[in-house]
């Protein structure tokens, strides 16, 4: 798999290491719905999109679009319930956030979903994490990000001012209460040269 990747200037460590998630920040979004955001949680994480990038088993997907088969303009993977990350900070990074989150969520974080945004026509349309039990009770998404530095954009389901979040290298954000029922989000194509990312987003059990 080709890729150009540029390491971070300020994430140049060889071992992998997990911050303290006290300096984690809450912004409130409105309508019951916020997101919490820790810039650069994640130490050497430059060796960790790497790790990925080359060993994880990325998979192509095709999907219906109104009376077209498109490609899905990014690479997946899954890891379900009771399946192993592939990578021990996974675990580590899965622990971290449910003894964080146990009271507000009450519950675990089970699951992991893998996208790989290979350069910048790759993108993720809006939409909100609907599936399951998403789509009617609250619930949280931890999105732990890997590599080059893409938008993610948050808007209100009923119209509003969009909130704009850059994240890469290490970056955490949880999206929380209500965000996923009503608020939508999506990482944009973009024109600028930019490297690949990889996000890893941990859900509890039924939310997709």
């Given amino acids: 798999m080709t890729r150009h990747f540029q390491a971070s200037l300020f994430d140049q460590s060889d071992r992998l290491s997990l911050g303290p998630l006290d300096g984690i920040r809450r912004t409130v979004l409105g309508a019951g719905a916020w997101i919490d955001v820790l810039p650069g949680w994640l130490s050497g994480s430059d060796?960790?999109?790497?790790?990925?990038?080359?060993?994880?088993?990325?998979?192509?997907?095709?999907?219906?679009?109104?009376?077209?088969v498109v490609d899905v303009p990014r690479l997946l993977a899954f890891y379900g319930d009771d399946d192993p990350l592939p990578h021990p900070l996974l675990t580590e990074a899965r622990e971290a956030l449910s003894a964080r989150y146990a009271e507000e969520l009450g519950e675990p974080f089970r699951t992991a979903g893998l996208c790989y945004y290979r350069d910048g026509r790759d993108s993720v349309a809006w939409h909100g994490d609907r599936i399951g039990r998403g789509a009617h009770q609250d619930t949280m998404v931890a999105i732990l990000s890997l590599g080059t530095p893409r938008d993610l954009l948050l808007r209100p389901t009923r119209g509003g001012d969009t909130v704009r979040?850059?994240?890469?290298?290490?970056?955490?954000?949880?999206?929380?209460?209500?965000?996923?029922?009503?608020?939508?989000?999506?990482?944009?194509?973009?024109?600028?040269?930019?490297?690949?990312?990889?996000?890893?987003?941990?859900?509890?059990?039924?939310v997709r």
């Fill in 47 to 68: 060796a960790l999109f790497e790790h990925l990038a080359s060993d994880v088993p990325w998979r192509a997907e095709r999907r219906k679009m109104y009376d077209h």
């Fill in 165 to 206: 979040r850059p994240l890469g290298h290490g970056d955490l954000i949880v999206m929380g209460g209500s965000c996923q029922r009503t608020w939508e989000h999506c990482v944009p194509k973009t024109t600028r040269a930019t490297g690949p990312r990889i996000s890893v987003q941990f859900r509890p059990h039924d």
